[in-house]
């Protein structure tokens, strides 16, 4: 990308607050100037470095800025490069082959499965069949800022799938999970991540980020309006007479819904969780995870069912797989016309948000490209 390093990056998009905390730069960043706050944000951790100061990219470094799903013209680089076209502005929720729903047939899966346990399907049936080393993905952390977290992890088994399906409705960089997996030298691996950590399957190939481009055999991605700050979400639920210790499953449904330990079940309204929305995805334009190979969410009409958006070859290949091995079956999205009109109307709210007026003049335009009103 030429002359634009750490110091462009972080003026144009942490900076800005368009940063969402993917933590695509941390990863991929290879002299680990990068660091990550308890906020979910990067930041330069250099000796004597101010903020936007980084001696490698003054250096020449430019590879957390390829990485970026945000930085610059990301929206049209990153469609060219997974669709070889950019997106028609009546494709408001990105690009796609097929939309479908998708529910597990093994019980076990379905028993965790956060839906229709699509998303754990397909990571147990790649590490199955030997396609996929291991997953980047999420897990209850309850060690960190307490009961009920997220925080990225990798999955190996079937029983540390089984271990982590589920959401949870804070942040989890899952991105950061790399480490660990190069670390034990898995080579293969499945991303599972919120829409905008999704989006680094159409970085890192498009800016020749190849080392991590070509180790990501697939990336799984979760459809998304927000996700909340660890204290809010807890204050809210303790205002509700709930401990989050006691919390065992929690989903949105136009309402939060929250299960406890003692069998309990309480529907509290989201506007209350609003005030509490973390600030990375005040300004995310993706809710649909428009750069996954396939995107996955929940808004089917009924509970047991994942709606699975499949935007590329392999996102097909993998779906004809679970499918052929009688691990999932599927039927076409127009059957809920429901959720088709949600996928919509929520890509639609979320593309709004994008402050265009916020990137520097020469960069403001193909930033993210118009929508049908
Ligand atoms: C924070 C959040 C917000 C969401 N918002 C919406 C929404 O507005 N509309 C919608 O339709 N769907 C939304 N989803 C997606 C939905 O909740 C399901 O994840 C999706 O339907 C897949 O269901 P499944 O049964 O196939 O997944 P499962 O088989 O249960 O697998 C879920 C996967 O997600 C991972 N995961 C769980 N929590 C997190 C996290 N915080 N960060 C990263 N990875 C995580 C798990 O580790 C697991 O691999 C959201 C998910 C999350 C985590």
Not at 219 to 235: A, H, N, W
Request: aromatic letters at 6%; proline letters at 5%; a negative charge.
């Amino acid at each position: 990308m030429g002359d634009v390093h750490w110091r462009e990056l972080y003026h144009e998009v942490v900076d800005t607050g368009l940063c969402t905390g993917c933590a695509a730069c941390v990863m991929a960043c290879p002299r680990d100037v990068l660091g990550y706050t308890d906020d979910s944000y990067p930041l330069q951790i250099g000796e004597g470095m101010g903020h936007d100061e980084c001696v490698i990219g003054d250096r020449g470094c430019d590879v957390c800025t390829r990485a970026c799903p945000r930085f610059r013209a990301w929206e049209t680089e990153l469609d060219t490069e997974l669709f070889g076209r950019v997106r028609e502005p009546d494709e408001v929720y990105g690009v796609a082959r097929s939309v479908l729903l998708a529910r597990t047939t093994d019980a076990a899966i379905a028993e965790v499965g956060q839906d229709g346990g699509l998303v754990s399907s397909l990571l147990v049936w790649g590490l199955q069949e030997g396609l996929i080393d291991g997953a980047l993905t999420s897990r209850i952390d309850d060690t960190t800022r307490g009961p009920f977290d997220a925080a990225p992890t990798v999955v190996t088994t079937r029983e540390e799938v089984l271990a982590s399906a589920g959401s949870r409705y804070t942040y989890a960089a899952n991105p950061l999970a790399m480490a660990e997996a190069e670390e034990r030298g898995l080579r293969q691996l499945a991303l599972v991540g919120m829409s905008c950590q999704a989006s680094i399957n159409g970085s890192l190939p498009a800016r020749g980020v190849n080392k991590y481009a070509r180790r990501i055999a697939l990336t799984l991605g979760l459809l998304c309006s927000k996700t909340f700050t660890y204290d809010g979400q807890r204050e809210v639920l303790a205002e509700h007479g709930i401990d989050v210790a006691d919390v065992v499953k929690i989903n949105i449904k136009g309402v939060f819904q929250v299960w406890t330990r003692d069998g309990g079940y309480q529907e509290i309204p989201l506007k209350r969780f609003h005030p509490h929305t973390r600030p990375g995805c005040q300004l995310c334009p993706d809710f649909a995870a428009e750069h996954a190979d396939i995107s996955c969410g929940g808004i089917g009409a009924e509970g047991d069912w994942t709606l699975a958006v499949v935007r590329t070859q392999r996102g097909e290949d993998w779906m004809r797989g679970v499918v052929d091995a009688g691990l999932v079956e599927v039927r076409p999205g127009e059957s809920d016309p429901v959720a088709m009109d949600l996928l919509v109307k929520l890509s639609r709210i979320s593309r709004k948000r994008w402050p265009a007026d916020t990137l520097p003049d020469e960069h403001r335009a193909p930033a993210l490209l118009p929508v049908v009103p």
